[in-house]
């Protein structure tokens, strides 16, 4: 028989509840000793391999090098050493190789899709025509400190916000939209493109750099993720004869310019990557019961 001074008090059996308030006889914040239990650190932790990330790196290292072949383009047609007839057949020559290359890495072939390129590539090329005697004349009431001051800016917020990953126009059946910050990156080229643009002598000489600039910025990293995506040893020998190439013709515009280049490959290439796997050793993630959940599949609609 209970004593009436001893009550004894039942205190029910704490359960782990996401929702319910208060289980009564615990505090709000109580475990018990199996909530460490399902501790689980470092489990979301890649172990990359250094090969792999050079392999990757390359990408960036590529679009360095391409802005670089756009920015000696640009300098040479200034000083009038490229005149506008030969900059134009340079377009039409890069604009049939790149066609070439997206036709034969993009499968399945289909005639739509020979159109649909066609098509596009007419209107942005009529378009441009078009607006070149006005670019011509744009800036012509600015200074050129400013102009040249304005677009190496715009230049940095290109490579700093560019989608290395993929490309801003999408290839056919791509599922995923471009971001914003990609977005942003390719009106800072288009912008910078049309100030250098102004500071040429004739309307033809506008049109020709805007077209070759224009296909670089909104095509080469198309061309370059579909390389990439049908073949990785096909984008790695492209990659090194393409930084070939611009390292030698860097080194003939300016010694300098040559050595920044240079730098930066084997910073991007070598440094960061001997970088990053250095720090992986250092992270330290712990997972358990209290993180949030996270769905295990993406919502398309």
């Not at 912008?191 to 224009?214: D, E, G, Q």
């Amino acid at each position: 028989m209970k004593s009436a001074g001893n009550p004894t008090l039942c205190r029910t059996k704490w359960r782990k509840v996401a929702y319910g308030g208060m289980q009564p006889g615990y505090d709000d914040n109580y475990t018990d000793d199996s909530f460490l239990e399902e501790m689980v650190m470092n489990a979301n932790v890649v172990k990359r391999d250094f090969l792999r990330v050079m392999v990757d790196s390359v990408s960036i290292s590529q679009y360095l090098c391409i802005v670089a072949l756009v920015v000696s383009t640009w300098t040479h047609t200034l000083n009038l050493a490229i005149d506008e007839i030969t900059l134009l057949k340079f377009d039409i020559g890069l604009l049939l190789v790149g066609f070439l290359v997206l036709l034969l890495t993009t499968s399945p072939f289909s005639l739509n899709l020979l159109l649909k390129y066609v098509l596009n590539i007419s209107f942005f090329t009529s378009g441009l025509y078009v607006l070149a005697p006005i670019c011509h004349t744009l800036t012509r009431s600015i200074s050129s400190d400013s102009i040249w001051a304005l677009a190496v800016f715009l230049l940095l917020v290109h490579l700093f916000l560019h989608d290395y990953s993929g490309s801003t126009i999408r290839p056919p059946g791509a599922l995923n939209n471009p971001k914003l910050t990609s977005n942003i990156s390719l009106n800072a080229s288009i912008v910078a493109s049309v100030l250098v643009a102004s500071r040429l002598p004739s309307w033809l000489h506008v049109f020709a750099i805007m077209l070759f600039s224009l296909q670089v910025f909104l095509f080469a990293p198309l061309v370059t993720f579909c390389i990439k995506k049908y073949s990785c040893r096909l984008h790695l020998i492209f990659s090194f004869a393409l930084m070939v190439m611009t390292l030698g013709v860097t080194y003939q515009l300016h010694r300098m310019l040559f050595i920044l280049l240079l730098a930066l490959v084997v910073f991007i290439s070598l440094v960061c990557p001997y970088w990053l796997i250095r720090i992986q050793e250092y992270k330290f993630e712990i997972n358990g019961p209290w993180d949030e959940a996270k769905l295990c599949f993406d919502i398309t609609e």
